[in-house]
């Protein structure tokens, strides 16, 4: 007799993206793997507990004072009722695949974490998709993308959780896990994450802001990836701010970034397929 799957939490920290949380919940509701919840925890003025469906695996939590995200991080994993936990970023879109793909790796022991990388940009200021080579450049930690970590629940219990800080908290978290030794599994983000730059994002960096748009730079402007429902790319063409134009391009990243990256690129590495949040 099979085995029953078990349960996985998906961590979702938000504070006043409204529009952005709808679509990430979406996402989470149209997984393919069978024993999920999702854990949501809001600080934000603007409370969004309307949005949450009627739906026993999602769990709102609504904070009364403003937490860092690392600390709103620690707060769902420590209510999470699974034994894995992976990260749910709201801003970002997730493939229905997603979670199963993640989890294999774990369940068959030949991982302690793993993370999606190689991943597709899409700025919403210009409708723009980029990749990226350089993954000093991604805020990568063991090439993977900060945001998609998965891992046992019992490794964060051990661990001393996220730190309490806004920015690069779960790079901090995959670069600790691997200099304990961690085997950081990577895999492809294709059809799986889509990394979205907007106004509101934590991080600082723009996608294509250091390339030189020749084809010479790290970054490189890309087509529309066909393994995006056209549904959720007219939903991202839509935040597109009406002023923009597709032939506008994005400014440099500001330096101080790297100093985060490097922090991360430091740490010792994990297995790799191929080369932020």
């Known amino acids: 007799m099979p085995t029953e799957p078990p349960l996985v939490t998906c961590v979702m ?10 679509q990430a919940l979406a996402c989470f509701l149209a997984q393919d793997y069978p024993a999920l919840e999702l854990v949501v925890v809001d600080d934000g003025r603007d409370a969004v ?24 991080r620690n707060i769902a994993v420590q209510g999470a009722r699974g034994e894995i936990v992976v990260g749910w970023d709201d801003d970002d879109w997730h493939g229905p695949g997603r979670i199963s793909a993640q989890t294999a790796p ?32 991604c805020l990568f930690a063991g090439q993977v993308i900060g945001g998609t ?27 600790a896990a691997l200099r304990r030794h961690a085997r950081l599994v990577a895999m492809p983000a294709d059809g799986r994450f889509l990394c979205v730059r907007h106004p509101g994002n934590t991080w600082g960096f723009d996608a294509g802001g250091l390339g030189d748009h ?25 935040l597109r701010p009406s002023g923009g134009t597709a ?19 430091a740490a010792p590495v994990g297995r790799r397929r191929g080369p932020r949040r």
């Open 49 to 72: 507990a309307d949005l949450m469906p009627d739906d026993p695996r999602v769990r709102y939590l609504r904070l009364p004072h403003t937490r860092s995200i690392g600390a709103k």
């Open 149 to 175: 970590l998965a891992f046992p629940r019992s490794w964060w219990l051990t661990s001393g959780g996220f730190p309490d800080t806004s920015l690069g908290e779960d790079v901090h978290f995959a670069a």
């Open 247 to 265: 032939d506008s391009s994005p400014p440099a990243a500001p330096p101080a970034v790297a100093t985060l990256a490097a922090a991360a690129s």
């Open 13 to 22: 920290p938000t504070r006043d993206r409204r529009g952005f949380v709808a």
């Open 106 to 137: 774990l369940l068959a022991g030949t991982a302690d974490l793993t993370g999606l990388g190689t991943p597709v940009f899409l700025d919403t200021r210009t409708g723009w998709f980029w990749e990226c080579d350089d993954p000093q450049w």
């Open 214 to 238: 020749d084809g010479r730079g790290p970054w490189r402007r890309v087509p529309p990836p066909d393994w995006l429902p056209e549904p959720d790319r007219g939903f991202y063409e839509r």
